[in-house]
């Protein structure tokens, strides 16, 4: 049985969104299929760690899968080209943030 797997084809970061508490930053990596091309959503989001070391920064930044509840479904979502899911993901970004 061959192993399927989807290409990345395009990255794209948004610019910071300003909110009440914080800025919140996403990434939008375009896939591409043999059904055609869809989207996933990451936050950038911060953690707090504990480190054995004093020269050690303890806060560290990482893209996570959004699955908060600003989320934009996009599960079964299926585009033609890469261009109509990046405007897809910008408008809903667009009309949760106004």
């Not at 009440?20 to 055609?36: I, N």
């Not at 990451?42 to 996570?64: A, G, H, I, M, N």
Request: charged share 30%.
């Amino acid at each position: 049985m061959p192993i399927r797997y989807k290409e990345v084809v395009k990255t794209v970061v948004f610019d910071v969104i300003d909110t009440d508490d914080d800025g919140l930053v996403y990434r939008l990596e375009v896939l591409k299929s043999s059904s055609g091309f869809r989207g996933e959503l990451f936050r950038l989001d911060t953690f707090s760690l504990q480190c054995s070391f004093v020269d050690s920064k303890p806060d560290e930044s990482f893209y996570v899968l959004d699955t908060h509840s600003h989320s934009i479904d996009l599960d079964e979502k299926i585009f033609d080209d890469p261009q109509s899911c990046i405007d897809f993901v910008a408008n809903a970004l667009q009309e949760n943030f106004s």
